[in-house]
Every structure is written in C-alpha cells, then in structure tokens.
C-alpha cells in the first residue's frame, strides 16, 4: 500500500488580509469610542446631579449651623487618674505577740489615738518588772559607793587615808552611777515595749483594710489595719514632658468622677520636681474637694485649665477633612461655600456661645481657624458672622443654594 503527500494550503489571498485588519480596526475603534461615549454620559450624569441638588433649596436649622465669631477659648490639657486620699496610714505590731481586741472592720469610723487592738503583754511586763528591779538595785550601788567616797573624803583631809584610795573611791562612784543610768535606760526600752503592745490610730479616718484577725500570732512590722482620710482627697495625674512646661500650682482642672452624678473642680497644689523613670511623665497632684460619696480608687478624667485667648473660632464638628486642606462649609448669599482654613488652638467655650437665635451651651470644644496663607478679607477667607455647618448638616456641593431657618 503507498501513501501520498497531503496538498499544500493555499495562501490565503491579499485582499482577503487587507479586510481582516480593516476588520479588527474598525472593532477597536468602536471599543475606543464607546467607553469615550461612556465616561462623557457617567460625568454628564455627575453635572446633572450636581445642578440638580444645587437646584434644590437646602431648609438649615438650628442644630446644623453656628456662628464663626471671636470666642474666649479655655486651652487645657486632659487629665486622668485615681483618687487617693492624701493621709493614709497602715498600723503595723510594734512587738511579736498574740493579737488580742481587734474589733474594727473595714468601713469603721476610728478618730486619731484610738485604740484598735491589743498585742498579749504578759512577757512584756515582766521583762518591764525585770529592768526597773535591776535599775533599782544599781541605784542601791550608788548610794552605797556615795557614802564610801564621802567617807573617804573626810580621811584623806584628817591625812588619815591617802589620794590614791580617795580616787579609787571616786571611780567606784562613777561606775556605780553608770551601771545605774544603764540599767534606767534598760528600763526605759522595757517600758516602750509595754507601751508598744497597744496599737492606736495615728489618724483619723476609716478603716480601709484589716490585714490581721484576733488571735493570729504576728511579728514585729506586720500590717494590722490601713486607715484612709476621705476628707482629703487627690488626683495624681501623669503630665508627658512638654505639656508639663504648662502647668502651675494653682491651676483648676473639671473632673468628671466614676459614679459621681456632678463634675468636680479640683485644683493643682503639688508638681513633682522629678520626672519618672522611664515614662518620662512628670507627676501632678490636684486636690479634690470634699463630696459625699467620693472614695479613694474612683477613677476620675477632665480637662486641666492651662489658659485662655480670644480667637476666629467655630465648632469642632464643622471643621471637615475629607480633603487635603481642612474647610468648612459656610453660607453667603443664600449658597453653599467651601472655605480652606488653617487650624489653631481648640478649646473649651468659657460661657454660653453668642450664636444668634440659639444657644451653643457652655463647655462645648471649639477651635480656631484663620485663612491658610493668612489671607484676610477676602470671599476666600472664613470671616466672623459666617454661618459654618456643622456636621449634623453633612456635606454639600459648592454652590447648593441653602437657607437659614432658626425658627419655626
């Protein structure tokens, strides 16, 4: 059997190839010029919803606007920390012993020098016994080394006995009054230790914790009982180093505290000289005036007052900075205007805000903003008695016609 050679393909003609590329060309440029006539219709349809909202009259009420105006900003810096009560004192045993009458509990009321328990005394008073006996029988010594040195006294001038045994005499007397005034100190240390056997509150206040029960044996140094002074409390609050350059004694701080129903003034009476290792953080001490139901351990935070200055301001919440340069939204003529500001120091409003025909509220964040570039009157620079939104309006397109309605 023989096999033959497959024909060759013929060659596909010229001018078949021309209408092929002429073919994908002409696709290509319909591709190109339909996603041209798409984009055009996508922005088309942007301009018109743009003109369209513009078109629209937005009604802005009072709790979307406020007045830029100059305000008497209060600059501060936030505080936080835990109450503690300024005198606290732990009562620790004295002496090694059985603890006897310890009746207070955590809560209880104890007035300074009061007594809060016992430790057994019983080897306490004999070892007391013990030295003044032995300082009673030196002072015994004493008297019989007097009369000694008296009598040897009066010999040596009748020329009866010698200097030497007249010296002799006296350094027995000495020694005598030595181990005398040795003995009364050992007495004295017997004593303190009875003394030591009874614990007394060093000051007053109220039991916070008892760390022993009746009947434990305890040594010497053990806590018994910790005692806190509510009466005078203090926040000891952690400043970072360059904001401590700022703070004074004398210096007010509005604290709201863990469970307190009103907020608190406290004032700054103490700023350790050091800093804290590691932190950094410089320490500052504000007394907190005296409030029923404050405890020591709440946790309190505010605002640390550091100072004041009048400025442009307007709500924190109408500054906007979904753009790279801060603005806000303001209203002239009846339209919406973005207006490029440059932020400044923000702060506590000092009094009531004087917004027209509503109320901003006194303790509201504000801050201040000026012109970037420091442009001034101009259509471009934010001017006081603008009407800023704030973001409870959200944002608008530049040019949407909006008015001010502050009343019903």
Known sequence: MTFSNPAPLSPVPPRRRI????????????????????????????????????????????????RAQVQPLVTGLPVTGTLRARDTALVKAQVTGVLHDLTVREGDPVSEGQIIAHIAPAQYDQRYQQARLQADAARAQVD??????????????????????LATSRANLEAAQANYRAAQAGAAVAQQSVA????????????????????ESVVASAPVVEIVDLSDLELQAPISPSDSLT???????????????????????????????????VLTYLTVPTQAGLRQGLFAQGMLTTGAANALAVPLDAVRTDKPQPYV???RDGRVHLIPVQIGARGVVRHDAASQG???????????????????????????????????????YEGTMATVKLTQ
């Open 247 to 281: 703070v004074r004694v004398g210096q007010t701080a509005r604290l709201t505290v863990e469970g307190a129903p009103d907020a608190v003034t406290a004032t700054v009476t103490r700023i350790n000289p050091s800093a804290q290792p590691g932190s950094r953080d």
């Open 144 to 165: 019989i080394a007097k009369r000694q040195y008296d009598n040897n006294a009066a010999l040596v001038q009748q020329g009866f006995i010698s200097q030497t045994a």
């Open 19 to 66: 209408g092929l590329v002429a073919l994908i060309v002409l696709a290509l440029l319909a591709l190109f010029a339909g996603r041209i006539w798409y984009a055009h219709h996508i922005e088309q349809a942007r301009v018109n919803l743009a003109a369209s909202t513009a078109a629209q009259t937005i009604i802005l009420t009072a709790g979307d606007v406020a």
């Open 196 to 215: 030591d056997t009874v614990l007394k509150a060093p000051i007053a206040g109220t039991v916070s914790r008892r760390l022993a029960q009746p009947g």
């Open 329 to 331: 939204q303001v209203v």
């Open 358 to 396: 509503h109320n901003e509220g006194e303790g509201q964040t504000w801050v201040a903003v000026s012109a970037p570039n420091g442009a001034v009157n101009t259509d471009a620079a934010i001017q006081p008695g603008d009407w800023v939104l704030r973001s409870a309006a959200g944002a608008l």
